[in-house]
């Protein structure tokens, strides 16, 4: 009786284990077909909206975009090119953005629709503050100091070149120090050297080299300009570099005549 029992269970537990099985195989076959089902759905509602589009002119035909500096425009053709003639409705607005937005010079940007045949762009450029020096090349970067772009050598710029590993960082505080001093264009200041991570030191248009002082920039532009007064242009033109750094007094080097 008791062997007949056993047998009757290990069937049991057989056909459980089939059972289970049986129902998992079902489970993932109607998974499958439903996945499948939604794919085909999704392609036939895209040929239906594609078709509606053509017959009542719904396609995207052209672009219109605000007014741009620096982004290269031929780079936007290129991408907006891409999806001419499909379905306004179907246009992946989102996939367009981030293409548009891996080009130099834009910050931000927002793409609309007229629901009808066109895509609206308006892009927010990166503004440059200067260039930086970096193994022979220059490049723009913006005042949080993120590269933008490498300078073009055909590009006639009137930015301060800034030197030194540091000197990204220190730049955008530097030129809102030196943002209300008024110097004649031929004082003004050509390139920018951050030395030793701790102060400033600028060559002016003339050639002129400034010791500036760590704390007090302000205050060496200002004796500098006391300086300038007190001195004749033939003199001034004879003065290699001035060594502003203490501000109760300057230390002159005059060029050495070969």
């Not at 537990?13 to 109607?30: H, P, Q």
């Not at 220190?170 to 951050?194: R, S």
Request: hydrophobic share 40%.
């Amino acid at each position: 009786m008791s062997q007949f029992y056993n047998k009757k269970k290990l069937n049991f537990l057989y056909f459980r284990f089939v059972l289970k099985y049986f129902i998992l195989i079902f489970f993932f076959f109607c998974l499958f077909f439903f996945i499948y089902n939604e794919l085909k759905n999704k392609e036939r509602i895209h040929n239906l909206i594609q078709i509606f589009s053509n017959k009542f002119d719904y396609n995207f035909k052209d672009y219109k975009i605000n007014t741009l500096e620096r982004v290269d425009k031929v780079k936007i053709s290129e991408i907006m090119n891409q999806y001419i003639g499909e379905s306004i409705f179907l246009i992946p607005l989102n996939i367009i953005s981030e293409n548009l937005h891996n080009l130099k010079w834009i910050k931000n940007i927002n793409l609309t629709t007229n629901l009808k045949n066109q895509i609206y762009i308006e892009i927010v450029e990166y503004k440059s503050i200067g260039l930086y020096a970096f193994n022979d090349r220059l490049f723009y970067f913006s005042n949080k100091g993120k590269i933008i772009d490498q300078l073009n050598k055909k590009n006639n710029e009137s930015f301060i070149v800034f030197y030194g590993n540091q000197s990204l960082k220190k730049a955008d505080n530097f030129l809102n120090k030196i943002d209300k001093i008024n110097l004649t264009d031929i004082f003004k200041i050509k390139e920018a050297h951050f030395i030793n991570n701790r102060r400033w030191n600028v060559k002016l248009n003339n050639d002129l080299l400034l010791y500036l002082s760590e704390k007090n920039i302000e205050t060496s532009f200002i004796n500098f300009i006391k300086l300038l007064d007190s001195l004749k242009e033939s003199e001034i033109n004879s003065i290699r570099s001035i060594d502003l750094r203490n501000d109760k007094k300057a230390i002159i080097s005059f060029k050495i005549d070969d």
